[in-house]
């Protein structure tokens, strides 16, 4: 695997994704007026702009130097596990989306840990590279999951979150 091409496309498409969805978004500003729209709102740009973050920490770090990348990871994983924390303790009855943000917040402990201990993906037989890829790889396929729900159903016009 080559992670510096991983990392280079993976950013790249997350920061589309994070443009993508603020066109999105702008399109619908009643979604900014409601309190739980707008919450729900802002964890999907988290969903997609910290692990942008953390491909550009991974480019700008590298094999090299894996302090760089390490730190950067376990810091905005945190900064998800909290945000997905405060979002999941606001959110109500809704089961698909009770489990999107407990397994994206356990997603983030796990970058967070392997990001402190990079030694335990070898336990699987990983690069601690290829397991914070594949850690990323889910969170976006969650943060995608996040989308096509609020876009079917909570933000469609006349729904209240």
Excluded at 30 to 43: A, N
Excluded at 53 to 74: D, H, K, R, S, T
């Amino acid at each position: 695997m080559d992670v510096n091409t991983f990392y280079a496309l993976f950013s790249a498409t997350c920061f589309t994704l994070v443009g993508l969805w603020w066109n999105v978004v702008q399109s619908h500003p009643e979604w900014m007026r409601e309190p739980g729209l707008r919450r729900i709102t802002g964890g999907i740009y988290l969903s997609f702009l910290l692990p942008a973050l953390m491909g550009l920490f991974a480019q700008v770090g590298g094999a090299e130097q894996p302090e760089i990348w390490q730190a950067a990871f376990v810091v905005l994983a945190l900064v998800g596990c909290l945000s997905t924390g405060r979002l999941l303790s606001r959110t109500h009855g809704d089961r698909l989306v009770l489990g999107q943000q407990a397994g994206a917040a356990i997603l983030y402990a796990l970058i967070a840990v392997v990001g402190a201990f990079p030694g335990l993906a070898g336990r699987i037989g990983l690069q601690p590279f290829q397991a914070e890829a594949l850690l990323l790889i889910a969170l976006i396929v969650l943060g995608h999951a996040l989308v096509w729900h609020f876009m079917a159903g909570e933000g469609r016009s006349g729904e209240r979150a």
